[in-house]
């Protein structure tokens, strides 16, 4: 079994103290269910089925281009971040696997494999980093990496990402996500169409070293670090990516990186049609690529992503079988409950999509019944399903409550102790 | 020789009081270039061969959900809208096109093409129409047209796009242009992949009727008149269906039809590189598609689009041969003077366009230098063309001042007398 | 009594359907919401108390620029449409006054009144149009009405808002809402400062006519009809209003009038703070003033907005005292149904924010603690309160579904018997 | 005379092989000026006497949240940056002074005043820092600082802004100018109208030490480095803060702060007309507050914010004296390059509305001629006035070609041997 670094009793008094109230409103639910032909027990098993991953990088406090403000217990390194880690994942007991930065997690990968293992996670999607320059690193990527206009820099890019994935075949990861900053912040400063040829030419190289059982995920961004063009900056080029490459090569979608007011959810089943979605890296935003928790900004927005999801799971779309992790940055709430919580989101808005009634909509649709079809939607999306994400992770041993659980067993307070404060930076960068 | 509805003298006067300013600036403009070492008959060459369409529904006056407000001597039917078309191409000598709009520019054939001879205008891309529903129209397409749940209505829509094709043989036009206004208003309204999945099918259709020298033009719009999803609402999605079509399928871009802050001449870049570009719909917007004169928002914005396309032309980009149209929405000005400037305002873009130093620019980008190289294409900017264009037209027998010579022939007021003022209406749609 | 437009025994039938399941719910519920020492009843009072205008102009089907596809038995005149605001009135029981836009509906002002009181029905805030031309109008609003550049416009334009006044005195309405679309569409068409100046003197006129007890809302909206620059374009213009008219003028929020991603609680909260907020047009949008059904895109973000109506309610916010209107448009669904939808979605967002543990936040608040504060009022917003909006209706004699019962009892099929269909237009504006 | 860090031989022998040609362009510019009326002279005096401020902390090179790429010879210290500041001054002339960030730049003010006039240098504004932890500061700004929670951290940032008005003093400057981050990244994290009072209420205590010729600017921003409501969102905000502080507070308008679409001329327009346009931090973007430099992106947009201030110039607008300071962040160009660039497009944009025929446009204006009116401004905007500016600079002493003589004088070169490399960053903050 896997060590647990919450107490086992913290989370049983916890836990205690509202399995009454969560057995009676567990048992409302259902029989509300029931009346819509829905059984809560399905619906359960399969939430308790569904796992996100954390990214590595997300377990520390994040920050601005103006400033960052730690906290107390940052992880000072990788493996205090997979001790982070599996605190989430014991008291959620939805999120089993660590999404791994290159070079920021770079360490000895049998310590690394040991480290997870320990608590009973595993590995996701090895992430690339070509878009800061590593201590050391020879060539810089200020002006690009993939699509840089030096031959060597492009080569230095490939090579790095090649490594990332013999890092993660030692780790039993199965895929690379591959997200660069490449573009320009003036008019004129790149040749759009030959950027993109060399981004793609590089691309195919680190493609051609993927191992068959893997996949290989881009992430398309509008902007942000460039200002005026991105070399992937819209599921449109994503697609061009994936199907230049090969089967092997899926749209990645990050719910923050689109224009203002688009509709992502048909973004969604677009790449679902034309079987290229690789998956997800859940945020919530307001303006820009914000990376805020999950479902804080605009739940409904999410929950119609997973509209689409279920759809696909439940008609048996092709090849259908995304990634989902969590990509978001913490910067005024303890990253590990805001972690935790994300994931329940994911989880609620993954739950009410369960329960939409696939059959009527269809029949709402074909009818051009718009008013039944969208009420259709919101009647699944109004239910409260907190009965059953709290029954999931009570039933898997995790917390009815976890942040009440995280606090109550002040394990902040405990790192905070054990893990030296990151200095302060002097002032931002602006 | 055409005939011509604005009296030579007047045209004639009208430029003998310019000219002699006309050929000093043309000569001192003539020499910057030539330190730049350009050659300024050569652009100005390039520009007189360089025409935009004039969209038959242009020169009437628009309006708004709200209202709209007429102004004087509307034109009553196409001819009416031929002989306004006349006008613009005699005074601008850049429009030598007309594209018809179907059910609307419904007429004899052999009368239109006499009708358009008569002043030595041909037609450019035919235009179908199932955002509306035509009077007498058996089936509505308030629910969608070549996407609607009921094949009925998609029979309906194929076959009002195949009369377009046959129309448009018979008058030598050689493209049909396919804008729809499907979509919903609603989560939950329709299944965006099935919905797809019907365009899809239906389009394929019109496509197998597309005669071999012909083109299909399809047009993403963001949204409006559907206002959560459209079915074709990105370059992301027309890639898709021209993909899927077939080699005669390209996709057409207005300028209007983005979410805010979309790198409009990066999505150009990318169409171009995958041999998909159509052509333009030319306007200019600073909200949503709102349809007002080119370059009359966002100047530069169209220079760098025309910088995309002078370079495709000159780096000889495969099967690059885009259409040019405007189409615009004119409120509050006389719909002719509009034309007319942003006709010369689309050429303006091309002469600037063509102006930038390439060699100059290839050498920065290399380089990384991102300041001389936007310097470079601003430098190209900032060059004051009127000269050239207005050299080009008077070289060609028009105007030098296109809306001067305009106003002192009193078209509008002629017309006005001749065609009897169209109803307003009593209020909007709202 | 007032009339019914629906068969009593229709309501009593559907209801009795439901009547047991609801009561089970609303117990459920109850029980919930006192472990959160939450008194049902308490909040179902605040509900069955809580009403929403509705726009004449809203039961008729809307349209776009492009097209309008009409319905079945559309209104005919304001008698039709007060009819049919009245059956929204008796299934929601949440509808009790309407909204008149004149001259749209303008008519003998005693039979109005004859014909509202019939139904138990009052008259809510007279609304002026100067955005559109009248049959036989004198002077066109082509170019602006009370900014216009012209005396004769600007005084007609009053003269029209004091008409409304007057037919408002007679009706028993106490408010005017002005909604201007005055602005322009190319850069320099107006003097800014000149234009603004000259609204302002012209809403003064109007302003020294309104009577004691009655309050002026103005109105603003980012863009469209005009689609470069709109004088009342934000709330900051908006206040700026209300401040230089005087303590009886206030500004109006409709929640699809801002620019992009603007966050509208946030200026909800800022007009409370400083005395002037009038009131809202209430609807939904995903792109621009897309006047769809309220809560149909962001729920999240209406109960955001009611979350600081009921903060500034409980607080006692000084000469707090907002106006409810819906302001829709409703182009592929019935009209009556997504009124009665809409009314409830606003009474839904109420009875979300009603729940929120207010003492609880302000302490989360006064230490920082994000998370906590934000799962306070995302505790509140999961709550599904529909058992308290359906016994609400159901207690005040409404129907527990009105959909359903608007269906059962056949009304539109009738009306549209009754009403000739209104001639679809040939074609849109564009 | 002031001392100069460009050789004055290099600056001589640069504009010796520039001076013939500029000569004969400005006289061709002049002949056609003369033509309309405009005298080349009393244009050039203008711009000659014409300044925007440079900011000390643009001399660096700028970054994102996810990297900064060090560039050579970045300034070390306050004094550097003076000395880079120095070189932008001498070769474009259009920088006289500079802005100084407190406690950035922090050092003794005498030194600092001494640096100064070395060069001919004055300083502008001050600028306080509380959206960041300077080190060794006693509370963090995390939660806020004007606006936080905490009384003690309100304090602490009044105290911080009245010791940039005491350093400020010393060095002669006239202003403040307080921009702040405080806001929340999540729905209910702060009341907006407490947090707003207490923001209020701490620049009343700062508002009290201004000196009587002192004046306040306040600077709005809608985001960043706050994701869901920041304070000072946007100029209604910032307005109500001018009017409730008093006769010495403004308003400054970043032209990277607004909402997408907004019209930012307009807002310009109406704090000029309420007497509350403090002025302006000059710089471009395309999607958020990008930082790009001045013009780069809309540069038509940077034209029409002058030409609202000409014209207030030209009408003698109440009060009317904006400041102007660039606030660039300069992540791939040279920020001495940038800086002498963006001044140059500041004083273009300046020129070119100058030139606008005003008479002739408010005829426009009020016959509704909307077509002639924004040709009007056209005129002048397409006016190549680049002679005009060359001439300014070179006839007081600048280069004629500023980043050429800066290149030849290879000072980038020389400081980077003479100020050791800023170590880059291992990674960014994410």
């Given amino acids: 079994m896997s060590e647990q670094l919450i107490a086992a009793e913290i989370v049983a008094s916890e836990n205690a103290s509202r ?30 089925e569904f796992g996100v991953a954390i990214p590595s990088w997300g377990v520390g406090t994040g920050g601005t281009r103006f400033a960052r403000f730690p906290g107390g217990g940052e992880p000072r390194d990788i493996f205090d971040k997979i001790e982070d880690c599996a605190v989430i994942a014991q008291l959620t007991q939805a999120t089993p696997t660590v999404s791994l930065h290159i070079p920021w997690d770079k360490a000895d990968p049998k310590r690394l494999k ?35 206009a030096d031959a060597a820099v492009r080569k230095q890019a490939v090579e790095h990402n090649i490594e990332c994935i013999e890092i993660g075949k030692t780790l039993g990861s199965k895929a690379l996500t591959v997200w660069i900053g490449d573009g320009s912040n003036f008019p004129g400063q790149v040749n759009f169409a030959t950027a993109f040829r060399r981004y793609l030419d590089a ?26 063009s991105t070399v992937v900056q819209d599921w ?23 224009a203002p007011n688009v509709n992502i959810e048909m973004i969604v089943s677009r790449l679902i049609q034309f079987g290229k979605l690789g998956g997800f890296h859940f945020n919530d935003s307001k ?52 972690l935790m919580l994300s994931a329940v989101e994911v989880q609620r808005a993954y739950a009410q999509a369960l329960l939409v009634d696939r059959r009527a909509l269809e029949t709402y649709q074909g009818s051009n019944d718009a008013l039944m079809a969208t009420q259709t939607l919101k009647a699944a999306y109004r239910t409260d399903v907190e009965p059953i994400l709290a ?12 942040v009440s659980a995280y606090r109550a067993a002040g394990y902040r307070a405990k790192v905070s102790t054990e893990r030296p404060a990151v200095a302060s930076a002097g002032g931002g960068i602006v």
């Fill in 19 to 48: 399995e009454a109230v969560l057995k009676r409103d567990y048992e409302a639910l259902g029989e509300q269910l029931s009346r819509r032909n829905i059984s809560i027990d399905d619906i359960r098993k399969k939430v308790a």
């Fill in 391 to 402: 029954m999931a992770r009570f039933e898997k041993g995790g917390a009815i409550d976890p």
């Fill in 236 to 258: 449109g080029t994503n697609y061009l990516i994936a199907q230049e490459l090969g089967p092997k090569a899926f749209c990645l979608v990050d719910l923050g990186h689109h």
């Fill in 287 to 338: 303006y820009g690529d914000d990376d805020l928790d999950a479902g804080s900004i605009d739940p409904y927005r999410l929950f119609l992503v997973f509209n689409e999801l279920v759809d696909a799971e439940l008609s048996g779309a092709k090849g259908f079988d995304p990634a989902h992790m969590l990509d978001q940055s913490h910067n005024v709430t303890d990253p590990i409950e805001s």
């Fill in 114 to 148: 040991q480290a997870a293992s320990r608590f009973g996670l595993r590995f996701d999607a090895m992430n690339s980093n070509t878009f800061s320059d590593a201590r050391d690193q020879k060539l810089s990527y200020k002006y690009g990496s993939l699509s840089h």
């Fill in 203 to 228: 691309m195919q190289e680190i493609y051609a070293e993927l191992p068959d059982d893997w996949r290989l995920f881009t992430e398309h961004k509008m902007y942000e670090p460039a200002f005026y």
